[in-house]
């Protein structure tokens, strides 16, 4: 049986690890947080509808303090890529949510606590890791065009693979994905509008308040 000394030194040793984690998650933290761009920055002619920075979402509430979208550097360079080619064919992005914090991820879940619908804060989702965005399409004058269901909309018709759509709404998820894909994203498939960056699904996850965000 370890003595009194021993097991004193086994404490302190347990307890410098834990801070050395402690301390080597929050530089970690810090650094991802103060990596973070405005993707409204990178690239002017996107247009930033934040679904969250109003009532008009699933919650019915405004749960953002800021109207900017807050990504990845690498993130905010693939969604600027993605609307290029978007351009290309007369339309642009319209990007509906990008940095979630994960206290809001947390009222969501309390709200709606359906994983695969809302992402479990315990998890994260990649929005609080500033590597995911809501996007659909846009005219060159910045209307909306046919989708086939909102965006958050908790629907079937939600599914990326669902088939009773439009001509034309089927068109634009489509060209929606082609553009997204080709710059570098991921799609899923319960929610059209959803894409992620698989290059951040390693990163922390964040709940820093989007108006503290430079």
Known sequence: MADAGTRRLRRVSGAAVLAVTWLGCCTALFAAQSRLVDASAADPTLLIELSYATADNFMGETLYDDDRCFLRPGTADKLKEANAFLRMAGMRLVVCDCYRPLSVQKRMFRRFPQPGLVADPRKGS?????????????????????????????????????????????KNRRLLNDAMTWAGFTSI??????????????????????????
Request: hydrophobic fraction near 30%; include cysteine.
């Open 189 to 214: 498939t319960t929610e059209w509008w959803h894409y992620n960056d698989p290059d951040g699904r390693k990163d922390p996850v964040m709940d820093v308040a989007i108006k503290d965000l430079s």
């Open 126 to 170: 990649n929005h609080n890791r500033a590597a995911a965005v809501d996007v659909c399409l846009a005219d060159n004058d910045g209307l909306r065009l046919d989708m086939g269901s909102g965006v958050d909309e908790f629907s079937e018709k939600s599914r990326s693979d669902y088939p009773g759509l439009s001509p034309e709404a089927l």
